[in-house]
C-alpha cells in the first residue's frame, strides 16, 4: 500500500481483559519479506513510530516493553517507513497474538487471544469482501450498453450499500459501551433522514446544513483520550473546523470553547487540541473585510486560546515554564495590534535632523544607559526634533518598516512608491515610513535618493526610545501597517500589492454606505 495512513474501515471492540504491565505483541507473520517492522500509532495527525523488530526469522515478529502502551489505534508500518501493512488496537489487554498471511491481509487477519482485534479484524474482513464483490461485479458488464452497465453497476452499488448499512447498524448495536461503538461514531456522519417543510411549504434550504453540524460530534467522548489515536478524529476535528464553522475569528473562538469544554483541562485531548490550534491560528496570515469595512484577522483566536488555555496554566505542565513565558510574551504583543487597535505613538526623527542627532553621540552609544544618558543631556532640544506618527493627517496612514541593506526592502519600498501615485489625488492617504536600522544612516538617505522616494515620510529611531521591534511586532522587513485617522489597524502584515488592493476597497465600502 502507499503511504494512506488515514483510514476509514479500522474498527475494534472493547477488550475486557485488565491491563497489564507494559506489553508484549506477537506476530505470525507468513509471507513477510522486510528483516525490519515497525510498531506505529496515531496521535491527532502525527503518527509516532514507537518501537522496532530488527530480528525477524520465519515471520515470527515482537514488540515488547516494560511500560503499557498509550490506548488506541496502531499499524505495523514497513521496512521503508512509506506503508503500512495492518491496523489493530491496543486498549486493557496488551499482551496478544496476531497472525496474518502477507498473500491477503485483510482476509487473513485473527487473534484468538484477543477478543477486540477479533472483533476489529471480522469488519476489516466485511468491508474488504463488499469492496472486492463489486469490483468484480465489472467485468459482468462486458458487451452490455453504457446505459444497461450504468444501470447494472448502479443496482449492485445500491444492494452492496444496504449490506453494509445492515452491517454497520448491528456491529454497533452489539458494541454499544464499548471503545469500537466510540470509533463507529468518529467514522460514521450523521446526515437527517427527511427534511421538514418550512412555513412556505418548501423545504427547508438550511435545514441539513445545521442537522449536519449540530450532530456531528453526537456520541463522541472527548474525555476518552483513546479517541486521540484513532485514523478518524484529527479529520473530523479538521473537517468541522474547515468546513462547517463560519471562517470569523468569533465563531472560531465559540466553537472552539465548546468542544474544549467537553474536553478534561490538562488531559492528553486538551492539550493536543490547544497545541494545534494555538499553532494554526498564530501562523494564518488571513484578513477579511466586513460590510462595514472592519476587519478581521485569526491572530485574535491565538491571543483567545492562548491566554485562556496556556498562560492560565490549564494545559497542566505541557510546556514548559519557559515555552508558556515565551507564549505570553507573543500574547501580550500581539493583543495589542488586532484590527482597530490603536497603534502606541512613534517619537522619530527625519532625515533632515538626522546627522545632527547622531552627533550628539547616539551614533556610538552602546548601552541602554548610555543612550538615556544622552537624551536626558540633550531632552529640550530632541523635544524640537521628534516626527511623530499622530501628528500624520489624512484618512488612511501606511506605516512601513524596513531596512535599507534588506533586499526584499529594496524592491517591495520602491513598488510602493509607484503603485500609490496611481490612487494619488483619489484617495486620502499618507506614508509615514520607518527604517529599522539607525546604522545605516548614509546608506539609506542615499537610497531614499537614488529611487526619489519623495512621497514619502521617512525617519528612523537614533534615540532608541521607541522599541519598534516588540511593540510592531517587527520579526524581518519590511512590515506595513495600513491605519485609519485615528491610528487604528485596518490591516497589517501587508504586501505593497495588497495596500492598493485594500485602500480600493474601503473605499468602496465607505461610498456604498454613504449611498444608504
Known amino acids: 500500500m502507499k503511504k494512506k495512513y488515514i483510514l476509514l474501515l479500522f474498527i475494534g471492540s472493547l477488550s475486557l481483559i485488565k491491563a497489564q504491565s507494559g506489553y508484549d505483541i506477537k506476530i505470525n507473520f507468513k509471507g513477510c519479506q522486510d528483516s525490519t517492522l515497525y510498531l506505529a500509532r496515531y496521535f491527532f495527525d502525527q503518527l509516532p513510530i514507537l518501537d522496532s523488530c530488527k530480528k525477524i526469522k520465519s515471520g515470527k515478529v515482537q514488540f515488547k516493553g516494560n511500560m503499557p502502551l498509550e490506548k488506541g489505534v496502531y ?67 462486458k458487451g452490455k450498453s453504457k446505459t444497461d452497465s450504468a444501470k447494472f453497476m448502479n443496482d449492485k452499488q445500491k444492494a452492496l450499500n444496504a449490506d453494509i448499512v445492515k452491517f454497520d447498524s448491528d456491529f454497533m448495536t452489539r ?40 450532530h456531528f460530534f453526537d456520541g463522541v467522548n472527548f474525555k476518552d483520550s483513546r479517541i486521540i489515536s484513532t485514523p478518524f478524529f484529527a479529520d ?50 488571513a484578513m477579511s473585510f466586513d460590510q462595514y469595512g472592519k476587519s478581521q484577522t485569526f491572530e485574535k483566536v491565538f491571543v483567545h486560546l492562548a491566554s485562556k488555555c496556556i498562560v492560565s496554566g490549564k494545559t497542566n505542565g505541557y510546556y514548559s515554564e519557559e515555552t508558556v513565558a ?34 550628539m553621540g ?47 526592502c529594496q524592491t517591495e519600498v520602491p ?11 483619489k484617495i486620502d492617504y499618507k506614508v509615514f515610513a520607518v527604517q529599522t536600522k539607525e546604522e545605516l544612516f548614509d546608506s539609506w538617505k542615499k537610497f531614499i535618493v537614488e529611487k526619489k522616494l519623495t512621497e514619502f515620510t521617512h525617519v528612523f529611531d537614533p534615540v532608541h526610545i ?18 485609519d485617522k485615528d491610528k487604528k489597524i485596518k490591516a497589517k502584515k501587508l504586501s505593497s500589492e495588497q495596500v492598493v488592493e485594500i485602500l480600493k476597497k474601503l473605499e468602496e465600502i465607505d461610498k456604498n454606505l454613504n449611498k444608504q
Request: proline share 3%.
Open 326 to 359: 515565551k507564549i505570553k510574551e507573543r500574547v501580550d504583543i500581539l493583543k495589542n495590534l488586532l484590527p482597530d487597535s490603536k497603534v502606541s505613538e512613534l517619537y522619530m526623527i527625519d532625515t533632515i535632523r538626522g546627522r545632527e542627532v547622531l552627533k
Open 75 to 141: 499499524f505495523i508500518a514497513n521496512q521503508s517507513k512509506n506503508s503500512f501493512y495492518f491496523q489493530f488496537i491496543v486498549d486493557a489487554n496488551q499482551k496478544f497474538t496476531i497472525n496474518v498471511d502477507a498473500s491477503n491481509l485483510s482476509s487473513t487477519l485473527k487473534s484468538n487471544d484477543d477478543k477486540q482485534n477479533e472483533q476489529f479484524f471480522s469488519y476489516v474482513k466485511f468491508m474488504t469482501d463488499k469492496s472486492q464483490e463489486l469490483n468484480s461485479a465489472l467485468p459482468l458488464t
Open 236 to 285: 473530523r476535528i479538521k473537517k468541522y473546523f474547515d468546513q462547517l464553522v463560519v471562517q470569523h475569528p468569533d465563531s472560531v473562538i465559540n466553537e472552539l470553547d465548546k468542544i474544549l469544554d467537553r474536553c478534561e483541562p490538562g488531559s492528553i485531548i486538551y492539550n493536543a487540541l490547544v497545541g494545534y490550534f494555538t499553532y494554526k491560528f498564530e501562523t494564518n496570515k
Open 466 to 483: 521607541n522599541n519598534i521591534k516588540v511593540t510592531f511586532d517587527i520579526q524581518g522587513t519590511p512590515v506595513i501597517y495600513l491605519l
Open 415 to 425: 513598488k510602493l512608491h509607484e503603485d500609490l501615485k496611481t490612487i494619488k489625488g
Open 362 to 408: 547616539f551614533d556610538t552609544a552602546r548601552t541602554s544607559g548610555g543612550a538615556t544618558y544622552l537624551y536626558n543631556k540633550n531632552a529640550d532640544k530632541l523635544s524640537t526634533m521628534f516626527r511623530t506618527l499622530s501628528e500624520i493627517k489624512a484618512k488612511y496612514t501606511i506605516l512601513i518598516f524596513w531596512a535599507a541593506d534588506c533586499g526584499h
Open 175 to 214: 458494541n454499544k459501551g464499548t471503545f469500537v461503538y466510540d470509533l463507529m461514531n468518529l467514522k460514521n456522519e450523521k446526515y437527517p433522514t427527511s427534511i421538514p417543510l418550512a412555513k412556505n411549504r418548501t423545504d427547508s434550504a438550511n435545514y441539513q446544513y445545521y442537522y449536519y453540524k449540530n
